[in-house]
């Protein structure tokens, strides 16, 4: 069974074309600036990779790119093959806890949920609705980030904040970068043979979110109400005290929406140091970049305080600290200097062990803690397409 997996951004589609059961990656491409004169894409078959370019005004017309590309690339021989489309989307609320079918109630949830998402849903529901329109008999999935935090307890998800905020508007921590968590939790009870697990899940990359898991669900998250809570990360600022926002309107002149973008889009280690990319961070760091340098301390403490946090929050009882994404699979410097921190709590890195792990290495994953450790730290590298594709699998075989 071919299915398609597709994640589409504001100016951006990613896809897939997996085999399943086999799990098997047959094509994969990204699109790029749609809506802008220079639009262009990477397709990658058969360990090639094959660029194209042409404006592309909407989605539409970037999904027209992706069938073409996999008749082109024969990796259909008619859209006939195709038997589901599993899409990202952002924000499922308190309303869904899990994937499911798309529907028309679906798409309105979604739009209704475009407040809580406004940076993301536009894109979403473009690329659902341009996929519906080239494949109009094909059962697509959604498969929400929020899903895998639902089972946070309330103490958990509340903010200190007026009740009926939460009652009337629908306030409170929701989470993100659930598909990954989920992933890596499923990993880890695999490697540690049992469901119960307790976990720190560090998801650190351009966007950041580390998730305390006990008893193998979800018990607290990073994230929020949106995904600019938590912590520091490419372009978000993370937690700051909320006055800031006051303040700066009427120092600047700029209105709240204003203030919002900078604080999504300016912040972060690019506010900081200029850069948003860790790798060119610490590129500037090593030049003796005082910005740069003090960009990454800021970075480097804000996760480790939150496993500090979520370490006493889980009563000690962890049965491993998980980093993975961008810089938790790649960042050497970044997991050493973190867990250099956590010495007080008895968790110690073994840095030789360290230094051979990362996805441009031999060895992709594994143990990263010494012996003495009072907690194992690893490296697993995640894998939200498979979460995407697995569920759309299910659903369109029930």
Same mark, same amino acid.
């Given at each position: ?12 589609l @990613?896809?897939q ?18 809506? %802008? ?19 592309? @005004?909407n989605?539409?017309?970037a ?11 024969k990796?259909?021989?008619n ?15 308190e ?8 529907t028309?109630? !679906? ?12 940076l ?15 494949l109009?008999? !094909? ?33 409170r ?8 968590? @989920? ?8 490697? %540690? ?34 995904p ?17 926002i ?8 700029m ?22 990319d ?17 960009a990454?301390?800021?970075y480097?403490?804000?996760?480790? @305080?939150?496993?500090?946090?979520y370490?006493?929050?889980l ?12 810089v ?5 410097d ?20 360290n ?23 690893? !490296? ?10 697995k569920?759309?699998y299910?659903i369109?075989?029930?």
């Amino acid at each position: 069974m071919k299915l398609l997996c597709v994640n589409a951004g504001s100016s951006s589609l @990613k896809f897939q074309l997996f085999e399943m059961p086999e799990e098997k990656v047959i094509i994969s491409g990204y699109i790029e600036k749609i809506g %802008l004169k220079d639009s262009f894409w990477n397709t990658k078959i058969n360990g090639e990779k094959i660029r194209g370019e042409r404006y592309l @005004k909407n989605h539409s017309e970037a999904v027209d790119v992706l069938i073409e590309e996999l008749l082109k690339h024969k990796a259909v021989e008619n859209l006939d093959e195709i038997k589901g489309v599993g899409h990202r989307v952002l924000h499922g609320g308190e309303k869904y806890s899990d994937s499911v079918l798309i529907t028309d109630e !679906v798409i309105q949830s979604i739009k209704d949920l475009t407040k809580l998402g406004p940076l993301h849903h536009p894109g979403n529901l473009a690329g659902i609705e341009a996929m519906k329109k080239a494949l109009p008999n !094909v059962p697509m999935v959604a498969v929400y980030d929020t899903a895998f935090h639902q089972t946070m307890p309330k103490v958990n998800y509340m903010y200190p904040v007026p009740m009926e905020w939460y009652t009337k508007y629908g306030v409170r921590k929701y989470g993100f970068h659930g598909t990954s968590h @989920k992933y890596i939790t499923t990993k880890m009870k695999e490697k %540690l043979g049992r469901d119960d697990v307790n976990l720190i899940i560090c998801h650190i990359g351009s966007g950041c979110s580390i998730s305390a898991i006990k008893d193998g669900k979800c018990y607290d998250t990073t994230m929020g109400l949106t995904p600019l809570d938590g912590l520091m990360m490419g372009t978000r600022s993370g937690a700051i005290d909320p006055s800031i926002i006051e303040y700066v309107c009427h120092e600047s002149g700029m209105d709240v929406s204003e203030v919002t973008n900078e604080l999504n889009k300016k912040s972060g280690l690019l506010g900081i140091s200029g850069y948003s990319d860790s790798r060119d961070v610490e590129k500037e760091a090593e030049e003796g970049s005082e910005d740069a340098i003090l960009a990454l301390e800021m970075y480097n403490n804000r996760v480790a @305080k939150y496993i500090a946090d979520y370490y006493i929050e889980l009563e000690g009882k962890v049965d491993g600290i998980v980093f993975t994404a961008g810089v938790g699979e790649n960042g050497i410097d970044a997991r050493l200097e973190i867990i250099k921190k956590l010495a007080p709590l008895g968790i110690y890195l073994d840095e030789e062990i360290n230094e051979k792990i990362a996805s441009y290495k031999d060895i992709h994953e594994g143990k990263i803690s010494t012996n003495e450790s009072k907690v194992d730290v690893y !490296v697993l590298p995640t894998n939200e397409e498979i979460m995407i594709i697995k569920d759309t699998y299910d659903i369109v075989n029930k």
